[in-house]
């Protein structure tokens, strides 16, 4: 088929490559003439394990090319996925700015039978909005008015990860309002339904919608929930590791998202619930577990703070070395990192902070221009009186510990992901402290 993706950003170029690969025609589309020229002379604008090849195998092939002209992109497309960004406002509702010129722009170029798909992560009713804005566009001009169908076609990728999500998906989730865009989408994803037997749900558009947003907000009250016991595990003396490990034992639950730590970031999970908490007060719901799950993620930062002042007494004055800017491994992401949160919260308090980041360094020298910036461990911990483990980086996983507590002034590191032997920690001569392991505390 013909496809355009409107958005080469994360889900976008993604999407692009991934389509390609399976064998169908993809125009690439944006309108920052910077990435395009980037993608052009085979470069990837972000950092994602895998994509760098598989968008140059596609473009080698002829399959992927890329534009910033949407009557190009347009020309023979079929199908239409629309990525662009929808970032949090201030009220927590998402800004369908970008969603919203998309449909009008198509409206006034598309002279042929297409399907429009949101693949931005959206509220329910979304698809009703933005049908009503092409109508009118169209009535405004008037053109056709019954030739842009409006889909829902959600993402589930996980960055790090996004290239293999996308080609072995959980599950694949349509919402259609016509048998033309219901077909169309059937088409698209039937060589990956093919490939890989992934199931598939079929539904109306503003269900498609809401499943997007329900999963995310699942996800992360799972996350908030561990934190939470993790709390308590620290007041009692248990281990919230073993507690989620016998948890994730019993089938009714699974062991997924039950790891405690400094709490989740990312493009999607907070954005994602606090728009999901919107539409439920817009509609007349008051969905407090939402408020619960947001406040119990802003909370862990104050828990690696208070361990910390535990520690060191005061942190005016003091080195605190946090280890990953990106808010979690195999990604540049620094949107709404826990590491980058904690290192302002750590300047407030009048501490000099430094942070290690092996591939988010250049964006973390930009969000935190009076931070010192190292892509190496041991320099970056020199002289400094504690570490935080923010991100749990394979190149810290594996990092020699005798070696960080040589390089230390104090052997002090908080681990916030739980991710290293606490065994090992304290033969190497550190005082470690976890995330809900306060039987492993040292005083």
């Not at 997924?256 to 907070?270: E, K, R, T, V, W």
Request: proline fraction near 5%; charge should be negative.
């Amino acid at each position: 088929m013909d496809v355009a993706v409107i958005g080469v950003g994360h889900v976008g170029l993604v999407t692009a490559a991934c389509l390609a690969d399976l064998g169908h025609r993809v125009v690439g589309l944006d309108d920052d003439a910077a990435k395009i020229e980037t993608l052009l002379t085979g470069g990837v604008p972000f950092h994602e394990p895998d994509l760098p090849q598989l968008v140059q195998e596609v473009t080698d092939s002829g399959a992927l090319r890329f534009t910033t002209d949407l009557g190009e992109a347009l020309a023979d497309a079929e199908v239409v996925f629309v990525c662009v960004g929808t970032p949090p406002l201030p009220g927590g509702g998402p800004d369908l700015r970008f969603v919203e010129r998309v449909g009008v722009e198509v409206a006034s170029k598309v002279d042929h039978e297409l399907v429009l798909v949101e693949k931005s992560t959206v509220p329910a009713n979304t698809g009703r909005r933005l049908t009503h804005v092409i109508r009118r566009e169209q009535q405004a001009r008037g053109t056709q008015v019954t030739n842009v169908h409006v889909a829902s076609n959600p993402e589930f990728l996980r960055e790090g990860a996004a290239v293999h999500d996308t080609l072995n998906p959980d599950r694949i989730v349509y919402g259609t309002s016509s048998d033309f865009a219901r077909d169309a989408l059937r088409r698209v994803y039937a060589p990956l339904v093919e490939r890989t037997g992934a199931p598939v749900v079929e539904t109306d558009v503003n269900t498609a919608e809401l499943i997007k947003h329900a999963s995310n907000a699942f996800l992360a009250t799972r996350i908030s929930f561990i934190n939470a016991v993790a709390n308590v595990c620290d007041r009692v003396g248990a281990d919230v590791e073993v507690v989620a490990q016998g948890m994730g034992m019993d089938a009714r639950i699974g062991p997924a998202f039950l790891s405690a730590g400094l709490g989740y970031g990312g493009s999607c999970f907070p954005k994602d619930v606090d728009a999901f908490l919107h539409l439920s007060r817009q509609v007349g719901y008051d969905f407090r577990l939402l408020e619960e799950v947001g406040r119990i993620n802003v909370g862990q930062r104050e828990v690696v703070l208070d361990k910390l002042r535990d520690e060191l007494w005061h942190l005016a004055g003091k080195t605190i070395t946090v280890f990953g800017g990106a808010f979690k491994p195999g990604t540049d992401d620094l949107r709404e990192s826990p590491g980058l949160h904690l290192a302002r919260a750590l300047i407030d308090e009048g501490a000099t902070v430094r942070v290690y980041d092996p591939v988010a360094s250049d964006g973390v020298r930009r969000e935190l221009p009076d931070v010192a910036v190292f892509t190496d461990p041991l320099e970056a911990s020199t002289g400094a009186h504690a570490v935080v483990v923010a991100t749990d980086w394979p190149e810290v996983v594996d990092l020699d510990l005798g070696k960080l507590v040589a390089a230390l002034d104090y052997p002090i590191l908080v681990d916030g992901r739980n991710c290293l032997d606490p065994e090992a920690a304290r033969a190497a001569g550190l005082r470690y402290h976890a995330i809900g392991r306060g039987h492993l505390e040292q005083h």
